[in-house]
């Protein structure tokens, strides 16, 4: 039997078969015309029962826009970290892109790489994040109490120091106490406890987290607007009322300081019900709804596009002074309430999205307590 040549041209059916990412080709109507075995696998289906079937038959995508793009056929389409629900599997986060066939109008090519096993709706224990984060638990009070001393005997020296060498001791300190704050923020993130979750109103914790900002940057001299644009007739959220006036301080800090170049700098804070978002509680495995969406949008230039992946991950950061701690610490006390975050840029509006997304309080009491009646 002879080998095959070297230079023996490949055969497409067998490249597609040969790819470990799920591929489908679907003609016009977004009907699925024949699909790779990744793809066979990702839907749990075999292509004789997925073929001809339409694509929003066998995978629900709550995201209207989305829809929208992939009827658009003639335009490319790429989206990170979709929340899809496939039929026989339950609720998956995946990346999509999707390309128009050249010279036949209408065929496209979806290709699906699954984030379940990793994703964030899952178990965040053994992940990079964590093994990263905690080496301050570790080592904090090593690193303290030398700290401590170092302060002490740096503000004994600053006692008896000349005029001249008195900003040295001040130096000194102000150093130490930074490099402190800095270890408490690691802490924070490395902590696997939680705080206790509550019924929390919303707009209370944003009008708060509003007033403490506008306090902070009174007589700053670049004036940014926060427009509030709230939904008033929104349940209770299930969360901890502090956390949530922390994470909004976050955010809306991030977007003033990220416009203020702008000539005419805006910040927006929306609430609104979002119904269809849903993960699996990592708790009980049981669905729980996140149908509570908190938006912080700014019209500055936004984050450069090869790091709007990494912006949640430790110690990545745009800022000149910046830590890259804060907003992971924001996606730690978002998950530590079962909610989520996204961020989103919109280059064609100019604008920079981050959302949060919640559980009601009423309802996930009530799953709760079916749980404990249950024989």
């Not at 040969?18 to 699909?35: F, K, M, N, Q, T």
């Not at 607007?225 to 969360?239: M, N, Q, T, W, Y």
Request: glycine content about 6%; aromatic content about 2%.
């Amino acid at each position: 039997m002879n080998a095959p040549s070297v230079n023996a041209r490949p055969d497409i059916g067998r490249l597609m078969a040969s790819l470990p990412v799920a591929v489908v080709v679907l003609e016009p109507g977004l009907r699925i015309a024949s699909l790779n075995p990744a793809a066979e696998q990702f839907f749990g289906q075999s292509a004789r029962r997925l073929v001809g079937n339409r694509l929003r038959d066998v995978m629900t995508v709550p995201d209207a826009r989305l829809l929208e793009r992939l009827d658009d056929y003639e335009t490319p389409v790429s989206a990170r970290e979709v929340t899809v629900s496939i039929r026989g599997r339950g609720v998956l986060r995946i990346d999509v892109n999707v390309a128009p066939v050249a010279d036949t109008p209408g065929w496209q090519v979806l290709t699906i790489h699954d984030n379940s096993a990793t994703d964030a709706l899952g178990d965040d224990s053994g992940s990079a994040d964590n093994a990263v984060l905690r080496g301050p638990e570790i080592m904090a009070h090593e690193i303290k109490n030398p700290l401590a001393g170092i302060r002490g005997a740096a503000q004994l020296l600053g006692r008896h120091a000349s005029e001249r060498d008195l900003p040295l001791t001040e130096l000194i300190t102000s150093e130490v106490d930074r490099i402190a704050n800095l270890i408490e923020r690691m802490q924070k993130l490395s902590r696997r406890t939680t705080p206790p979750v509550e019924p929390c109103n919303l707009h209370e914790a944003a009008r708060r987290a509003i007033d403490v900002l506008s306090a902070a940057h009174e007589g700053s001299v670049v004036r940014v607007r926060i427009k509030e644009e709230f939904d008033p007739s929104l349940p209770a959220v299930l969360g901890s009322p502090d956390a949530l006036v922390q994470v909004i301080i976050n955010l809306v800090a991030n977007a003033r300081e990220a416009c203020q170049g702008e000539a005419a700098p805006r910040v927006a804070i929306r609430t609104r019900f979002a119904s269809g978002l849903q993960l699996h509680a990592t708790d009980s495995g049981e669905p729980v709804r996140l149908p509570v969406e908190l938006r912080v949008t700014d019209n500055g230039p936004g984050v450069d596009a090869a790091m709007r992946e990494h912006i949640f991950e430790p110690f990545v950061t745009t800022k000149k002074a910046g830590q890259g701690l804060g907003l992971p610490l924001v996606r730690k006390l978002v998950r530590d309430m079962n909610g989520r975050i996204t961020h989103e840029r919109d280059d064609e509006a100019g604008l920079t999205h981050f959302r949060v997304h919640l559980p009601l309080a009423r309802e996930t009491r009530g799953k709760a307590s079916r749980r404990k009646v249950a024989p």
